[in-house]
């Protein structure tokens, strides 16, 4: 008898509760489904900003990627891009090395002669390891702090650990506190912010930097667009720091016990009351008032002028995106747009939403990616015609389909104008191309935020409100492309 993919309406996933979240929907509780739409997120270091991209995000650093042939051979797409060429370093582990752990004791000389390699020292060494030592128990930060005394260069661990990404500290957690841990005590400058959060830059008309020039702050560095060390080295002399992803809290809590620079979140939204209600509370805690009445007025225009364009439009949104698929879909839903599939991995934050959807919009399908029943899913009855979301399109290629994961990070008011503005090219380009064509692209996917209200905020009672004032050398280490 053939199989059906399993999946939950938005009213029973609400209706059961965080307690209660179904056993397909949680991945300890079932084999994992790895299909073409799952590629580019299964695997902490695969698709978009990995484990390995995001290690390098230090100005002039390497990376020595320590794993058996099979975890580094996709690094080896990587390392042909200009951006990364000469940056990526491998020591291949053998058998004998994943049953005796011999291969620890090559990775201090390794280092070394990565660094006698190059023409210019790196700015620090980033050691990129895989489940094979997370299974030997090994313990890297030792490792790198003998590799370090050895070389007298920074040397960093960062964990392409599949097998930790439903702990506490993930891999893409960890290895935002790798990349920042450089960092050295420096005098606060009270008109300097860091954003926390993204390995690429917020979209160029983001209205946060506008929003923040006018409130005073004269340097908003993001860790992407350092041009150099030092540059990267004058994020300590933040006031403070906006964290716009969660999975940069905890290297937000390292600044503030490192540096004493306190933090300030926030979630990225699609729903504009709620980005409006995030503005207002930031202007509260560094005691500034922001105009941001003409952005929401933008925003909103444009996606009545799609709706108003295109009524009938109904949509599968994916998690392979640059948002949180659950808020994506309320905020949707709340503009009168119909959504009638989500693919998503449902953890208790998800709630937040998952009980709003259940009110608005209660047979809305939710399917997980990951749960094997998905080889039977047939596409549905041919209600959905525009997607979200690489992982949505793998699903209906039918259909037009906006990926939404660029590099470049949207965010407030300017993430929803570009979102819609997509989605009218993406129905543009349907009527040019004709229905029936095969619309699947190429993409990654960055994990969201998943908290709808707000900001939360940490702040020290002392600081008061912001004033407003590839060649290779040596045994077994291999250089550029190579493997």
Known sequence: MKGEAYYCTAGELAGRGKEDIPAPFQLNAHLIYSSPATLAFNSPGAEGFGVKRAGLAVPGSVMLLVAPGCCGRNTSMLSAMRTYQNRFFYLLMDETDIVTGRH???????????????????????????????????????VCRRAQEQTGIPVRPCYMYALTREGRRPPMVHVRQSV???LEPRKRNGKAVNLLGFFSPLDDDCELYRLLADAGVRKIREI??????EEYLSMAEANFNLVLNPEARLAAEDFYEKLQIPYIEMARLYQTDKIASQYQALGAAIGVSFDWEEDRRTAEEAAQAFRKAHPDAAFAIGECVNANPFELALALVRLGFPVKE???????ESFVYLNRLAQLSPDTRVYSNTEPAMLFYDGGEGEINITVGKDAAYYHPECPNVMWNDDCQPFGFAGVRRLFRELEQAWEQRKEKGAGQDWKQSGSQIPEPNHEQGISERLPEQSGKYNGNGRQEGDGVKGGSEL
């Open 180 to 182: 920042y841990s450089l």
């Open 104 to 142: 620890l004791k090559k990775i201090p000389q390794a280092v070394e002669e990565v660094c006698r390699s190059l023409e210019e020292k790196p700015s620090v060494v980033m050691i990129c390891i895989t489940c094979a030592d997370a299974l030997l128990g090994t313990d890297m930060e030792r």
């Open 224 to 229: 992407s667009r350092c041009e150099d060390y």
């Open 342 to 348: 989500i693919y998503g991995t449902v953890v208790p």
